[in-house]
Structure formats: C-alpha cells, structure tokens
C-alpha cells in the first residue's frame, strides 16, 4: 500500500503532516525497496516527526529498518531556539558506530597463498567477540584523556601516525566532551575494552576493490580496481552502551518535567537546552571519542599483522567516518543558516564537495560514505555530493540494512554452512561465533546494490567504487 505516500521522484516518498506531526516524513528508496520496507519504518519515522524542535522533515535512508524509537536509517535535525531536544534513542545505543577504510597498497594477487595465513594473523591478534579485552587497561586519568581526545589521544600513545587523523572525521577528536558526564559504570566497563572490534555486526574486512564507478573520484580517493583495502566496523563499546542506556532512563523519567508528549516512550529525549540535555551531548561527546580512538587502535594492531605478514604492505586511512551521532552543524533553511543538533542514526554524514569539513585534499571530491554490506556481498565507498546538502542534510545510508530481524536468520540460517559456502567462493570467515554469523547472514541483509542505487539516484550520495570480501574478522 503506498497510497500514503506522496511520490516526489523516482527515489522520494513523501508522508505528509498528519496527527501530531509537525513536519513531513520523507523516506529515500526505489518502489521496490518501500514496498519491502518494514511497516514500523513509516510509523517510527512519523513518531519522530512529532518530536519538538524538528526542522524541514524526519528522513528515513534507504537502508532503514526497525529500530529503538527512531528507525535504523534515521535522520532528524533539531533547532535550540525552537525547543528543539537531543534524544538518546535518536543517537543509538553504540555511540559513534562508524567504518574506516584503509588502503593497503597492495593488489588482489599480492594476497595469493598468503590469505589463509593472514586470515588467521588477524583472527589471533584482533580481539573481537563479546566480552573480549584489549592489550591495554586504562587507568581513570588515561580513561579521562582518551575521552577527551578521542584518536589524537591514541595517536599521542602511539598507535598510528598524524597522517592518519587528517583523514578522520573531526580530525580524530570530538570537541565539547565532557568525560565527567560518563559514569563510573560506563568508564568501568571501557577499562580492558581499548583496541577491540566488539560482537555481532562488527567486522574488520579485508577487501577487493571489484569495480570502479567513478574514476575520477577513486583516483583522488587512491582506489584502482584489484586493489586491497581493509574496512574496520565497530563503535564505543561497552561505554557508549551504557551511556546510552543511562540517558534513555533519565530521559524518559524527565520528559514531562519538561513538558514533552512522547509519542512512543523509546523517543525519550531532553529539551538541547536543559541540564540533562547538555549533560548527555557531553557524555555523547566523550564516547564518540572512544571510539575514534577505539578505530584508531585497531588500525595500529591491523598494521602490525601486516608487517609481520606482508611487509610491502602501506596502510593508510582514506577515511573514518560514524553513523550514530548527534552533531551540531550550521544548515542553510530557506536561505538562512541555522545552528542544528543532526542526529544520524545508521546514516552516514554525506557531506558534498568544498564543504571545509572534508580534508583538504578530498575536499573537491566530496567527503567519502563508506557502506557496508554483508560478509557474503558488495559494500560501497560513495562520495557526499553538492545536492546531499539540501536533501538530508547532508546524509546518506550507512550500510544495506537489516531485511530480517537476528532471531529470524538464527531460525533460517546455520553458522557453519555460511562460513563453508563462503569458503568455497574464496571469502574466509572467522569468527569466535557461529551463531553470531548465522545472524548476521548475509540473506539477512536487504540488496545493498539497490540500496546504494537508490541513494545516488535520489541524490544523497554517488557510487565511486565497488568492494568485494576476502577476508571478514567477525566479532
Ligand atoms: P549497523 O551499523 O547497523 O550495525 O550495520 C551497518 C551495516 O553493515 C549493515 O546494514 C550491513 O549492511 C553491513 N554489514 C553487516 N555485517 C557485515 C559484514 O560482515 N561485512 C560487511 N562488509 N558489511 C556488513
Ligand atoms: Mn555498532
Ligand atoms: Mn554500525
């Protein structure tokens, strides 16, 4: 039933304002991606439309599904001056979740009779599984520093080069953090988690480039066909789930205190100018560091394996970028730049050529969206482009999208069977979790070829190069 919805263009569907909605939803997809679309996408996206402070439209990606409160693939800005509030479900529970890609200068045949080898170097020295510990353990002056300086502060440790915070958003460190904010609970539980992937959907992939889309782009981005790249998938850990949890209870315990109707009480959220809500940017703040600094490590241990391995090896990082925040970014509206609190979650900031975000030597190209898949299939690199600005403000789908919810795939999937069948094609799996890979099958997953056709078509992004698995750490 698309009725509903207004048809824009070919990838634009409209929900106009209706009940308590105080501004339109707009969803991005094809026909056939709507039409697949979970139900709870539309209601969700509704709810958050409802919310106060939202500016232009609440926006579903492409690759959205169901989610806390706000569905994954969620979009949504807020202006302080309207009442507009910061929401923890609106942000994620795995703060700052994001993927960093790395060119190795290495080609496909560079990894011949090596890969087995290198499979099991990763899966030995990248601690990934639930509960799994770092090599480091933070004491609470250190814990407070990394907060602050998220990857500068692991940079400044050791772990990696300043080449490689140029190429990360906000040049490694999130401004404003405020690690008092961060309970005792949260910090706890981040002491021995430094430099590790995590469970579930995280991964460290090392990956074919299979296509190019747009050469110019993937010239300036240093991609060429044949070439391999390692994409490492994980947030904040234990910290930012904590966080998380901590705000969402507090938040819905104060809502009407501050006069808030929530339409769906996992859409808790505070006024962005009131205690609790400063207090939660700033603890938001804090673990968006951890897990840059969290990626920057991983990078550091990635390029120790390869040195042992593949000594010509040259890692360097194209880009880290996240998909569950909050940020406060200056939006033109209606020709008047607004200071707006954007919450992205599982969506990719997107931001199109010049923007003085992207480092200087990307910025003509726009700033690089990187796209998981699955373990099984393509992921994408795109870059933001000059509309993505005036659509989403400036976002983009982050991954394919769950097509079936994790119970569902263990019904229908067998761990070991994927990893065989994946082997056969030339893909080694390696996970301390065969359950964990049945849920995360890669038929559990929507067509991210699709998804990424549907976000360029519409204008959020544009297809640059095509990446095909060899190798998948699966935490
Ligand atoms: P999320 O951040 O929502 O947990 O996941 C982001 C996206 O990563 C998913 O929508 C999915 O398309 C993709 N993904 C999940 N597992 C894997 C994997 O093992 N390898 C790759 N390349 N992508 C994955
Ligand atoms: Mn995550
Ligand atoms: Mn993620």
Redesign the pocket.
Known sequence: DTARFIRQSANVWEIAPHGAMRVPAIIFASEALLRDMDDKVVEQISNVAMLPGIVKAAYAMP?AHWGYGFP?GGVAAFDPEEGGVVSAGGVGFDIS?GVRLLRTGLREADLHGRQRALAAALFHDIPAGVGSHGALRLTPSEMDHMLTDGARWAVARGYGTPMDLLHTEEYGRMADADPHQVSEAAKQRQRDEMGTLGSG?H?L?VQKVSQILDANIAAAYGLHEDDIVI?I?CGSRGLGHQIGTEFLREMVVAAPQHKIALPDRELACAPIDSALGQRYLGAMRAAINCALANRQILTDTTRTVFAKLLPAARLSVLYDVS?NTCKVEQHEIDGRKRKLYVHRK?ATRAFGPDHPAIPEDLRPYGQPVLI????GTA?YVLAGTPQSMGLAFGSAC?????SMSRTQALKQFGGRHIVDELEQRGILIRSPSLRGVAE?APDA?KD?TAVVAAADQAGLAHIVARLE?KI?I?G
């Open positions: 690759d994954i979740c959907n991964y992939e994409s998938h998909h599982g998981g898949g699955s373990m992921s982050h991954g394919a999208g769950r995360e997953y991210v698995p998948c699966k």
